[in-house]
């Protein structure tokens, strides 16, 4: 994905440029204008690229970097000092209260069972989600075909296009308990119905069905396009040495897909501590029966900020929840770094 | 990925070097059944809305309903002043998001491109660090609701998505790769301000970026039900994702916008096509969606695979 260390390319190119007779003249002519000043000046340039980047840089200030001190809260014992004054007058003279609101979300048990339920979804998730994405495009870059592999990609990436909103509604067709798909065939069958949105032992296998099922048309497209750019010579040498098709996907694709698999993988161990908000509380269509298996990290923040208001504790989850996937992207980063230089992403 | 390539996978199979017939047969029959899988549900859903009342209450959800009718549909026409004003919020959203969105992404792809530039350092770490860190869901609720004042306003559903470090980064890989830095150079060199190099040169020159981004950015707006849920309680600014969300969890909803009607709600909420209209509603959601996509396909895959490049 993005790489984010750039400036190895730019220097890299402007070496390129630095080579051309237009760069040359251009450094006349500059030379020419700015007699006797500094290289290093301010110049027009940039203060006109300053004024085209302000509006960008405004957003990000205030969309990401104010909340980014909001985090304090976690350590803090917030309330409204002052009725009408800001978030961060409030923020700021609240009682500092330590590591009060730690404590208190992980003897009251709920913190470490939240914690534990998002850790096993998304270790089931990571895996899953780049198994079978990789396998499916390996067989699909396999089908004879070529046109009815396409078909099949386009129709499989559909999913992904549906908010989890919508999905919800298509699980409700067939879950619903007394209209629903599922009951009418047990029905059929002769067994008892079952109550699908008060039965928690059921719906670890739907979440984790449906994240596959969600995210397959995304992962394979990003994985066929590193097939794709595979030298086919590799294949016919391969051919020629009598390895059968097996071998060849396991020895020449696999390995070349290594460093995307790895991208896709150091990007998803960021969200370890991350839960989809909307596969865990609008498909389950929020039912109390079933939150033993589907308060995950996030339905648990948003359940203290709106439903059973407690920010404290729902703060103190939520600075868990940016600190340890900050630390998660930059010590997988490094450790991949360190076992194979070009894998890494930062 | 390049046109040539692209041709490549798709005629130069050697016919030598493949898969039996039976293994092609067997992988072209899973991939029949995973592409029945997705499909499979909207066209369920397709299929209830159009089903009786009678036919539900009889056989329940069922692909072969008894008989078919539009009372669903005639039922949302008749409800056109709440669904049209939910369309409109919807539309509204993500055509003033798509524009305000792929603006503030290009002009600061372009920004980061000119490595003469003072402050390109500052604003790579600028873009960089909501990637790695973020100030949790608690104080973003706050600083929004209450420092930027945007609870119940209708910039709250179009700012916080306008802009994220993934399409800046897509928007800078494109224009320094696509665009030949040169003509930036000569323009400069002739007097253009920079103002003008984005406007008349970097716009017209990153169409396939902008397709790209501004599909990725529609989809997004238009899917959105969570910034709804989270910052808007005025029914005057539901989106479809929210009115469909509001069903959802209140199914008294519709009929308590009947009272306006001069009709009581628990008549009203009686003669409803509940379980039809749920889903005609939710078709209305995902059909423009389902049509549009298979279209605009190639700009997804070129906009995941161009973020996907390591330089």
């Known amino acids: 994905m993005p790489c984010y260390n750039n400036s190895k390319a730019i220097n890299r190119y402007s070496t390129v440029l630095d080579n051309t007779d237009l760069l040359k003249q251009k450094e006349v002519l500059m030379s020419k204008k700015s007699k006797g000043v500094k290289k290093k000046r301010w110049t027009r340039d940039d203060t006109q690229l300053a004024l085209l980047a302000l509006p960008t840089t405004i957003w990000y200030v205030c969309f990401c970097f104010l909340p980014m001190f909001g985090v304090l809260m976690a350590f803090k014992n917030y309330r409204i000092v002052e009725a009408g004054r800001s978030f961060f007058y409030n923020l700021l003279h609240s009682e500092t209260t330590g590591f009060k609101n730690f404590e208190f979300l992980f003897s009251s048990g709920s913190g470490t069972r939240v914690l534990k339920l998002t850790l096993t979804y998304n270790i089931a998730f990571i895996i899953l989600g780049i198994v079978v994405p990789v396998i499916l495009s390996l067989m699909m870059s396999q089908l004879h075909g070529k046109r009815y592999g396409k078909t099949c990609q386009t129709l ?4 992904y296009f549906m908010s989890w909103v919508i999905v919800g509604y298509f699980v409700y067709a067939f879950l619903s308990p007394d209209k629903g798909l599922f009951n009418t065939i047990l029905t059929m069958l002769n067994k008892d119905t079952v109550n699908w949105y008060r039965e928690p032992e059921y719906w670890p296998y739907f979440l984790v069905f449906l994240n596959v099922w969600k995210g397959m048309g995304y992962g394979m497209v990003v994985y066929l396009a590193s097939i794709t750019g595979i030298d086919t010579s590799l294949y016919e040498a391969a051919m020629m040495d009598g390895a059968t098709k097996f071998q060849q996907a396991v020895k020449i694709t696999l390995p070349l897909m290594k460093s995307v698999i790895i991208m896709m993988f150091i990007l998803s161990i960021g969200g370890l501590v991350r839960s989809d908000f909307g596969l865990f509380y609008q498909v389950p269509k929020a039912s109390n029966s079933l939150y033993t298996v589907t308060e995950t990290i996030d339905v648990f923040i948003y359940k203290m900020i709106k439903e059973q208001p407690n920010p404290n504790m729902g703060s103190a989850a939520s600075f868990l929840q940016s600190v340890v996937s900050c630390a998660l992207i930059l010590i997988t980063n490094r450790i991949v770094k360190w076992m194979d230089k070009d894998s890494a992403i930062i | 990925m390049s046109k040539k390539k692209r041709t490549d996978y798709e005629n130069e199979q050697p016919k030598i070097n493949r898969i ?41 959800y ?52 000119r490595s003469k530039f003072k402050l390109k350092g500052l604003l790579t770490w600028v873009v960089f660090i909501p990637m790695v860190f973020g100030g949790g869901l608690v104080s973003t609720y706050n600083v929004y609701t209450t420092v930027l004042g945007l609870k119940d306003s209708v910039w709250v559903l179009i700012l916080p998505m306008a802009v994220s470090s993934f399409h800046v980064i897509i928007a800078k890989t494109f224009i320094r790769t696509t665009i030949p830095q040169s003509i930036f150079e000569s323009a400069e060199i002739d007097g253009a301000s920079q103002l003008r190099i984005y406007f008349q040169m970097v716009i017209p020159l990153s169409k396939p970026l902008l397709a790209t981004i501004g599909l990725l950015l529609s989809f997004g707006y238009w899917n959105d039900w969570w910034l709804s849920l989270m910052y808007i309680d005025s029914r005057d600014l539901y989106s479809l994702q929210a009115v469909l969300m509001s069903i959802e969890r209140n199914i008294e909803y519709l009929a308590q916008n009947a009272n306006t009607m001069g009709i009581s709600s628990a008549q009203y909420a009686a003669t409803m096509p509940k379980e039809s209209m749920r889903m005609a509603m939710a078709v209305l959601i995902v059909v423009p969606i389902a049509c549009v996509y298979p279209f605009f396909q190639r700009y997804f895959v070129s906009g995941l695979t161009i973020g996907s490049v390591k330089e």
């Open chain 1, 156 to 159: 499989m990436f559909l999913p």
């Open chain 2, 62 to 113: 069922s692909f072969f309903p008894d008989s078919l009718t539009l009372e669903a549909y005639q039922y949302l026409w008749n409800n056109k002043v709440m669904i049209l004003k939910a369309f409109g919020v919807s539309a509204t959203v993500t055509i003033t998001g798509t524009i305000v969105g792929l603006f503030l992404t290009s002009s600061m792809g372009y920004v980061l491109t």
């Open chain 2, 20 to 60: 039996s017939k039976k293994t092609n047969f067997i992988f072209s029959a899973i991939f029949f059944l995973l592409a029945l899988i997705c499909v499979v549900p909207v066209v369920y859903i397709i299929i209830i809305s159009f089903s009786s009342s009678e036919s539900i209450a009889a056989k329940g």
